[in-house]
Nanobody, 122 residues
């Protein structure tokens, strides 16, 4: 397993932008698929985006397609989530996660960060 730390959350108005970062440390290796998930109050954790270890493959939840972009810098052991055109329904705690195979299923990830709060409100 590896350790993950998210940063970049905060309060933003509808239509605004935020960029989340996720730093990977420990038994670091670029051969990890990494994903973003989110959980709103009273709701289950849901998939947001995933990126393969070399960045060649990405997938997004339908609710964020065209607004969010996932990428990674393996030299810096960091993954990012650029979030544009934010909506109130994007409000949630955002978690990054890592696993050694490409998957969008949260239950398959074995390393998780502590989460960062994103609040979209006027």
């Amino acid at each position: 397993q590896v350790q993950l730390v998210e940063s970049g959350g905060g309060l933003v108005q509808p239509g605004g932008s935020l960029r989340l970062s996720c730093g990977l440390s420990g038994r670091t290796s670029s051969m990890y698929c990494m994903g973003w998930f989110r959980q709103a109050p009273g709701k289950e954790r849901e998939f947001v985006a995933v990126i393969s270890w070399n960045g060649d493959l990405t997938d997004y939840a339908d609710s964020v397609k065209g607004r969010f972009t996932i990428n990674r810098d393996n030299d810096r052991n960091t993954m990012y989530l650029q979030m544009n055109s934010l909506k109130p329904e994007d409000t949630a705690v955002y978690y990054c996660a890592a696993v050694r195979r490409y998957t969008t299923s949260a239950r398959e990830y074995d390393s998780w960060g502590q989460g960062t709060q994103v609040t979209v409100s006027s």
